[in-house]
């Protein structure tokens, strides 16, 4: 068995055409993980797999780019015949079950537990599902937020979320096979650092010792062609563009 990844969306921060927000499909080892659930990816993961099948959903923090199409998820599940055989583990920063129950207009929460087992995520959480292991490390956001480091079929994915430069996302991507990172803002505003530029992606995957590097997330300053083209001069190592519908081997 081989790991791989499957881009659904890739667009920050709102979707564009053919171009969802961001979200992935980890695949391998007997797992299926939904890894954040961006605008537009729920359409774009039934393209590769039966939701349902689901083993997992890991979502990195709760803006609306990661998250929004969890109602559209609980829809199809709860109401659009794609009912999983049992409730689908959602791993997420803390209240992932209050927003969604307010989407709903649900004063409590119950009611999400006949489709998602929600599991709330901290520094340094782990859960394995099939031959795969997923570990969250807490990375350096505006809100809570969380990189994912996982490990199956002797190969190592680092995915970045949102963080901007840290020390934390240096270790998540350490000695990673794939490193699956965000660039996007084209430079720092003074005092503020919740995102990375392309340099700070292909800086940190350096760093890392990480073996390739795949630039996501790239906001409106700039274009994913340069911002890849910025990450790999920092890095000096195999990069790529991630684009929504391609799979590659981790």
Known sequence: MTLTLTVLGTASP?????????GHLLRGEGAEVWVDAGTGTFAELQRHTDPARLSAIWISHLHADHTADLPAACYAFAYGGMTPASPI????PQG???RLAGFFGRPDTHFLGDVFDVRTLYDGHTARHGGVTLTARAVRHDCEAYGLRAEGAGRVLAYSGDSGPCAALTGLARDADLFLCEADIDTHREGEQVHLTP???GDT???AGAR?????????????ATAT?????????????ARVGHTVDV
């Open 14 to 22: 709102h979707p564009a055409p053919d171009r969802p927000c961001s």
């Open 89 to 92: 583990p959602l791993y997420a």
């Open 96 to 98: 992932c079950a209050e």
């Open 199 to 201: 340099e700070d992606a």
């Open 205 to 207: 995957a350096r760093e």
């Open 212 to 224: 390739r590097l795949l630039v996501t997330h790239v906001g409106p300053t700039l274009t994913p």
């Open 229 to 241: 083209a910025r990450a790999a001069a920092a890095f000096g190592g195999p990069t790529a563009t």
